[in-house]
């Protein structure tokens, strides 16, 4: 497969009031063409400030210590404001969580799609107006006319969502940054959004990278999955092999902490304490202190990724060849054993 | 387990109609009706909009409902109520808000905080007494002594949201309305919260409403469960019934909505639309398809629906 973009142990800090927080300690991933890779972990783990980089809109006490982004065999991290310029919105674009802060309350939704095309291909106003009309009945709105001059207040949640997606594939983007794109919006309308972002996906054959820190969006929208905790990726692998073979013991706390629609348990798994403060970043493996399954060399040394298969890896001291044989919690065995019988039960 | 059909809470055609305007009315709630027997836990479900958290403010008189009664442990406590009803509704009755840390006065320390409704109703004798209830209660909720003087700001979002249940359950209540109450915290976090609740629950013989829209969550922590759309209760059942015997057809497209975390079984998943134009929400009446278990809808609906 042809990579698309290619991060290498990017490092970022924020300096804040309090002192340093690093919170990006060593992330590298690849993302390749056409395929949609989930990031996913908890508030504060930098999968947001992750993306935040690739679109170089950084805040402003943000610092990239280290690392490079790789597109177009151009490093992100390295070139000049106005080379990002003409990569993000064009190249890159992203769609984030709330629509009605990422839209212009004073501006019809119609021009704002617009101003994009004028800016990034040079068309004149009317060309520009008739691809956001056609751009609006792509992300499956009708009435395109009336929608193009009415402002975002006239929408609904699930219509500027549509928009802010309409904005960011205005230009032909080949890489597309969703980040949380479906977490305001009610169930049934976060359906109708994610089936049309993997509509276009096969359309456009756009490469995704997809933020949120809900599973069962991840198991619907996933090619490949990355877990992150404490400014780390703490394992990677395909949907399949994060969700029915999963190693690091994080992400068997994740999985075994939402509850799962068929399966009739009673009582949740809840992982113990709370992630670490980055301003002081624990030595070794970050998520010692709440696992159940640390082992001495946790506390003292950060393990490498230790590779299960050929897509799959997990940075856990479990997996070197001396670590005494630990199972997963029982309460994930089982739902998993539950959740292979689904599926054969169906039989698709 | 408590026995748990003994009713603590009926609602009957309870309505609350908002005012925009001279001429528009939003109905965000139009007679709804339903009972929570005592010990269990009833979810209300739907998406925004769809009154569920209007109900649960109905119920605790935050809102003045236009219209129906709300009977509380037997009592009236909807319309004009007496002081001791209002008294006995204050303390056996408490909510837990989304936002913990939007229901947590910034300006105050923890201790403050929770005791508040210890001093509103004068339930200790010594300033001794009433710290030490604080304290008790902020170990039984999983924070500890030394919090008590801390403010809100510096404190987590689990933490905050343990604190708010704290405040809720200081005065001792029977009753406890949930309105999204974990839906601001991470994943992880969420199960500790909910592990919590169900902990307080099984201790103190309390009864919850649960106001959610996460609906795997509100599966796993609800006895029965009512589904709510544009203001109606359009199915009310045990939470087995609801899941696995949907019967409306809102309920079938909302359940059908629900990602599930099975990559494999994602994949081929077919979402069901639910299309409103033939089915009037004004004509039905709640009727019952099997014990327990009620479906809004005209006898022609529900004989569509069942067939």
Known sequence: MEKILEVKNLCVSFKTHNGVVKAIRGVSFDLFKGETLAIVGESGSGKSVTTKVLMGILAKNGIIEEGEVLFDNKDLTKITKKEISNIKGKDIAIIFQDPMTSLNPTMTVGYQIAESIIEHQGLTKNEAKSKAMELIKLVGINQSEKRYKQYPHQLSGGMRQRIVIAIALACNPRILIADEPTTALDVTIQAQILDLIKELQEKIGLSIIFITHDLGVVANVADRVAVMYAGKIVEFGTAEEIFFDPRHPYTWGLLASVPDLNSEINKLYAIPGAPPNLLYPPKGDAFALRSDFALKVDLEEEPPFFKVTDTHYAATWLLHENAPKVEMPEILKVRIESMKKEVSQYDY | ?307
């Open chain 2, 1 to 307: 387990m408590t026995t748990k059909n003994q009713v603590i809470l009926r609602v009957e055609n309870l309505s609350q109609h908002f005012k925009l305007g001279r001429k528009n009315i939003l109905k965000a709630m139009d007679k709804v009706s339903f009972t929570v027997n005592k010990g269990e836990t009833f979810g209300l479900v739907g998406e925004s909009g769809s009154g569920k958290s209007t109900t649960g403010r109905s119920i605790i008189r935050l809102y003045n409902p236009t219209d129906g009664d709300v009977e509380f442990l037997g009592k009236r406590i909807s319309g004009k109520i007496d002081k001791r009803t209002e008294s006995m509704l204050r303390t056996k009755m408490q909510m837990i808000f989304q936002d913990p840390m939007a229901s947590l006065n910034p300006r105050k320390t923890v201790l403050d905080i929770i005791a508040q409704g210890l001093d509103i109703h004068k339930l200790y004798k010594t300033k001794k007494e009433r710290n030490k209830k604080v304290y008790d209660i902020l170990e039984t909720v999983g924070l500890s002594k030394e919090h008590a003087h801390r403010y809100p700001h510096e404190f987590s979002g689990g933490q905050r949201q343990r604190i708010g249940i704290a405040r809720a359950l200081v005065v001792d209540p029977e009753f406890v309305i949930a309105d999204e109450a974990i839906s601001a915290l991470d994943v992880s976090i969420q199960a500790q919260v909910v592990n919590l609740l169900k902990k307080m629950q099984e201790e103190r013989e309390l009864t919850y409403i649960f106001i959610a829209h996460d609906l795997s969550m509100v599966r796993y922590i609800s006895d029965r469960i009512g589904v709510m759309h544009l203001g109606k209760m359009v199915e009310i059942g045990s939470a087995s019934n609801i899941y696995n015997n949907p019967i409306h057809p809102y309920t079938k497209s909302l359940l059908s909505a629900i990602p599930h975390p099975n990559p494999l079984l994602e994949r081929y998943r077919k979402r069901v639309d639910y299309d409103k134009s033939n089915i009037d929400y004004d004509e039905g009446e709640l009727v019952e398809i099997e014990k327990d278990h009620f479906v809004l809808g005209t006898e022609g609906e529900i004989k569509r629906w069942t067939a």
